[in-house]
């Protein structure tokens, strides 16, 4: 993908799946942009946070704070940008909170504890699917 379209992306999507991935995970997290540098190293987005144990939680706590990146497949980011791209990114937006369900159960990360398995994980070549 070229520049001009990873600029497109981080100021017309980026900042809506900022806001959305914000208020599903509630407070304590931080959700950043990172600005796309060069093909191998494109657009993210990093979700952190401290790690919180509540007493009597049975979930899992894993040793790590919260630190996960997301990025896009190059061709879904331009389907975006084409004819339906921005209905399809609306449904996007309302599946969030099962994809970020979803996401978690694929690698050792835990959400609601703010915590991981790994320093970082990343989460890379999604899709916007709803």
Not at 27 to 37: D, F, H, Q, S, T
Not at 56 to 65: I, L, S
Request: with cysteine; proline share 5%.
């Amino acid at each position: 993908m070229n520049r001009q379209k990873a600029l497109r992306f981080e100021t017309a999507y980026a900042p809506r799946i900022v806001e959305r991935v914000a208020r599903v995970l509630g407070r304590g997290v931080r959700v950043e942009i990172l600005p796309y540098e060069s093909t191998a190293v494109p657009t993210r987005l990093r979700v952190s946070a401290e790690r919180a144990h509540r007493e009597g939680d049975d979930r899992c706590v894993y040793p790590y704070p919260l630190n996960v990146f997301l990025t896009w497949d190059d061709g879904e980011i331009e389907r975006l940008m084409g004819i339906g791209g921005e209905a399809r990114f609306l449904r996007y937006l309302d599946a969030m909170a099962a994809k970020l369900d979803a996401w978690q159960g694929a690698r050792e990360v835990a959400l609601a504890t703010r915590s991981q398995a790994e320093p970082s994980v990343l989460f890379g070549g999604l899709d916007f699917e709803a």
